[in-house]
């Protein structure tokens, strides 16, 4: 489990260049960081946030419903659930 939350961790770096989490344990600590990162963009950037979700390639419906209602804990599962089903592919075909 530990990989995979690398891996995520890895991937939305690459993705985000201001998402620069420092010592994530937990599945735990990457959703406290991430809702403490969105709320953090829908206060100061909300267009940063919309160019993450393009590139993150986060369902556009779910997205929007919740961008539209600033609900960042929302945004945030959006996001892994995304991220986890992006692993789950690379485990099924890699």
């Not at 909300?46 to 929302?74: G, I, M, T």
Request: aromatic letters at 12%; proline letters at 4%.
């Amino acid at each position: 489990m530990l990989q995979d939350l690398q891996f995520i961790q890895s991937h939305l770096q690459k993705n985000c260049e201001d998402f620069s989490p420092q010592n994530l344990r937990s599945w735990e600590d990457l959703r406290n960081y991430l809702l403490f990162w969105v709320q953090s963009l829908l206060q100061k950037a909300p267009e940063r946030l919309l160019q993450v979700a393009y590139r993150l390639d986060l369902p556009e419906n779910e997205f929007s419903e919740a961008f539209a209602k600033q609900d960042s804990p929302r945004i945030v599962e959006i996001m892994l659930q995304r991220e986890l089903k992006r692993l789950e592919f690379r485990k099924k075909y890699s």
